[in-house]
């Protein structure tokens, strides 16, 4: 695929040695570096999810995590507490 870049003019000198150092044009110097710049990337490893209660090691006593509907009815009754009429 052919693309066009901008360089500034500092970054397309060392560029231009580089490559002319190595035997290479330009566009293949950077099409490698590049290539070897996107091989070396490894995803960064992100931590085990980790639930934090605000209380002890376990949900609230009568909250099911897996009906979270639920956990917000019971969050409205006790916010919302229904008047006699």
Same mark, same amino acid.
């Given at each position: ?11 397309? &000198? ?6 002319? %150092? ?16 996107? &091989? ?11 639930? $934090?209660?605000?209380?002890? $090691?376990?949900?609230?006593?009568? $909250? ?8 917000? %009815? ?12």
């Amino acid at each position: 695929m052919r693309t066009t870049i901008s360089l500034d003019d500092r970054l397309a &000198k060392q560029v231009r040695r580089a490559a002319a %150092a190595q035997g290479l044009s330009m566009s293949s110097f950077i099409a490698r570096t590049l290539d070897d710049a996107m &091989k070396q990337r490894t995803p960064s490893e992100q931590p085990p999810f980790q639930l $934090v209660t605000v209380r002890g $090691v376990r949900p609230r006593a009568g $909250v099911d995590l897996d009906r979270p509907r639920a956990l917000d %009815a019971l969050e409205d009754e006790s916010r919302f507490p229904r008047e006699s009429r």
